[in-house]
């Protein structure tokens, strides 16, 4: 039987279509034929690229018992995730309250008015290892509600009574200072793993957000510290296995702490931030091998991400076929020494393995092993490893390919666009620049519409419609702030204004705390807000790094005021969970440099404007083009010096004298 998913717009809900558990997604009449029914509600919720979640579809909601049991004594309602981050949020929350842990797939089951009482994540269709089976818990439940009411009744709302008691305290902290980002810094150094580069233990997850923090820490202050951990954390992930050494790109977090074997989910959001990273770094030392994996990076998302329409899609599964046509982790990603030999004969295959770290024994499963750089070689001839990196990369692609999920997220987009902008402009590649801009079009014609506000997601050019949440604000702002700085185009500085005016009405409460769902957004058991870094930055932070670029772009008092009071939660947390608020700690680090507002009048792509995005001063803002242009405010009434391209660098409401020198003004920005 097809069930209610089929007309999904989501690639994980469509997974489920086929189910013979009738499936109703997230909306209001699933829980309406509950109460008439006067039976729980049961929520599923995960994403595509979960392996898990493939699992306990395979064992449980294709099984036609348990299928058969569902339909009979509940309404199952199926979420992707990624499509409805706001669901997902408050009742991840409940789960983590209650259990003390949290992760996907996560089965919720809920009252018809969606008050949860029993949690839990996977659960396996025989009992094991002390969990019981998915048909004992879906029995008990089932007996709990028609035999104990009023206890079901009492834990739903004292669930909902405590969660409503967690609201954030607000903005009033005041903002981080010298203070909060070096002692953010000091936890960052406790956390360090020194031998290996990253922080904490096994698994571990790529730090993208808190490098971002301890480039600008280092630009600001000359703190060389922070730049090794920097570099150092950024050199052993390119060398795992987390990097993938052929086609380049990140898997999703490394399961052991020395980036050997990953997860092998690759995941957009990753991707972008990472490949921004790396360019950043360059920036910051020149970096032969920072330049080559930021490029790699943004060539992996354009060949493997990029969809029809011109977005990216969200993630390529850790999943595939291999060689026996059964779907495992990581089969197109790894190799036997006897593949290697298959596809390079015995010599070239004997050097791939050292090069590469393949053993007899594997690093991974069954004899397979992850290709990372298993020593630095500088000896190693690079037209020999192009050679076989290439040879290898050509049988690869006969593989099976791992499932794409190709929806399209807003948020993830933004992060995109920001990170092929500034890496096109870096390393002159126009082409990544307008994969960037045709990204940043498909937000506006499609996910803009004809409503005026963001929708989250979208696929083969069809609006999800699910609205926006501030993530998808927050990061889309950020990436057409980084467009406009690159193509001197001030309609992307426009377009940023529009959506950060309705964070301002929609998202703000008193006191500048920020709401991850609209004031007019559906109504959940609460209002979702979580100021933390998760796989992303915060919406909380993101927003606010935003808003703060666009008052330095405009001199808004308003945007400016808005990012001051978002802040005060980082000087809150900042000192505390370093780890967790990166990108806040990378926000603060702009604020506490002005941040710097650059004027280049000239043209766009000359070399004052390639010099001014080239400046590491945390969080600057570049206007470049013609005076008479108008597109940018901080381009008015700037002439020329001497009918020759001149930059204009203020900060604090102070300005430096006009230079027609690049390497003036390389100086002033701390660049390179």
């Known amino acids: 039987m097809s069930n209610r998913l089929a007309q999904a717009t989501s690639p994980y809900l469509l997974q489920h279509a086929d189910n013979p558990v009738d499936w109703w997604p997230w909306e209001t009449d699933a829980f309406e034929e509950a109460r008439r029914r006067d039976v ?31 339909n009979e004594h509940f309404v199952s309602v199926k979420v992707d995730r990624e499509e409805r981050p706001d669901v997902d949020a408050v009742y991840m929350e409940a789960v983590q309250a209650a259990t003390g842990q949290g992760g996907w797939p996560m089965s919720v089951f809920m009252t018809p008015d969606g008050q949860p ?94 490098i971002e923090f301890l480039l600008r820490h280092h630009a600001r202050t000359g703190a060389e510290g922070a730049l ?16 993938d050494q052929l086609g380049g790109g990140f898997a999703r977090y490394s399961v052991d702490r020395e980036w050997t074997v990953p997860h092998f989910e690759k995941m957009l959001y990753d991707n972008a931030l990472l490949c921004r990273v790396y360019a950043h770094l360059w920036r910051a030392t020149g970096s032969e091998s920072a330049r080559r994996v930021a490029l790699e990076t943004a060539d992996f998302m354009v060949r493997e991400l990029r969809t029809a329409e011109g977005g990216f899609a969200s993630a390529l599964d850790a ?25 390079l004969g015995e010599e070239d295959a004997a050097f791939a393995a050292e090069y590469f770290g393949v053993t007899e024994e594997g690093t991974f499963e069954e004899g397979a092993s992850v290709l990372r750089l298993a020593r630095e070689d500088a000896g190693a001839d690079p037209d020999r490893v192009a050679r076989v990196r290439a040879a290898l990369l050509a049988a690869r692609e006969q593989r099976p390919r791992p499932g794409r999920d190709d929806k399209v997220v807003a948020a993830w987009n933004g992060l995109a666009i920001a990170a092929l902008a500034e890496t096109g402009a870096y390393f002159d590649r126009p082409d990544l620049v307008e994969r960037a801009t045709e990204a940043a079009d498909l937000l506006v014609r499609v996910h803009l519409g004809d409503v005026a506000r ?23 702002a950020e990436g057409f702030l980084a467009l406009a700085s690159v193509t001197g185009e001030g309609v992307w500085l ?94 603060a680090e702009a604020l506490l440099d002005g941040p710097r507002e650059v004027a280049v009048v000239g043209p766009v792509g000359g070399e004052l404007h390639r010099t001014a995005l080239l400046g590491a001063a945390p969080g600057a803002v570049v206007a470049a083009g013609e005076t008479a242009g108008a597109e940018f405010p901080l381009l008015a009434d700037r002439p020329t010096v001497g009918g020759t391209p001149t930059a204009y660098v203020c900060r604090h409401f102070v300005c430096e004298a006009p230079t027609t020198d690049a390497g003036e003004l390389a100086r002033s920005l701390g660049g390179r």
């Open 40 to 70: 729980p509600v049961f929520l599923s919720v995960g994403y595509s690229a979960c392996h898990w979640c493939h699992v306990m579809a395979h064992e449980s909601f294709e099984d036609d018992e348990a299928a058969a049991y569902m």
């Open 117 to 210: 009482f029993y949690f839990g994540t996977y659960f396996p269709p025989e009992p094991r290892h002390g969990m019981p089976s998915f048909r004992q818990v879906l029995e008990g439940v089932s007996a709990a509600w028609t035999e104990r009411r009023d206890e079901v009744a009492q834990i739903a709302g004292r669930i909902v009574h405590d969660l409503a008691q967690r609201s954030l305290a607000h903005g009033g902290e005041g903002l981080p200072g010298e203070a909060e980002l070096a002692q953010a810094l000091l936890g960052l150094t406790r956390d360090y793993d020194e031998k290996h580069g990253g922080f904490g233990g096994a698994p571990k997850f790529p730090p993208s957000m808190t």
């Open 228 to 243: 090794q951990m920097a570099a150092d954390t950024c050199a052993a992930m390119a060398r795992g296995g987390m990097y």
């Open 319 to 343: 999943d595939s076929e291999d060689g026996d046509g059964r779907h495992v982790e990581g089969a197109y990603y790894v190799w036997t020494p006897g593949q290697l030999r298959e596809v």
């Open 454 to 476: 963001l929708d989250r997601t979208s696929k083969d050019g069809r609006a999800g419609g699910h609205a926006g949440v501030l993530e998808d604000y927050g990061d889309v």
């Open 494 to 587: 426009e377009f940023a204004g529009f959506l950060l005016d309705i964070v301002l009405q929609h998202f703000t409460g008193e006191g500048g705390q920020l709401y991850d769902a609209a004031d007019d957004a559906e109504r959940l058991i609460r209002r979702p807000q979580d100021p933390t870094d998760n796989a992303t930055p915060a919406g909380w932070t993101a927003a606010a790094g935003a808003l703060l670029s666009y008052a330095a772009h405009t001199g808004s008092e308003a945007h400016r005021t808005a990012a001051e009071g978002a802040l005060g939660v980082v000087k809150a947390l900042g000192p505390r969970a370093p780890r967790f608020t990166g990108w806040g700690l990378a926000v």
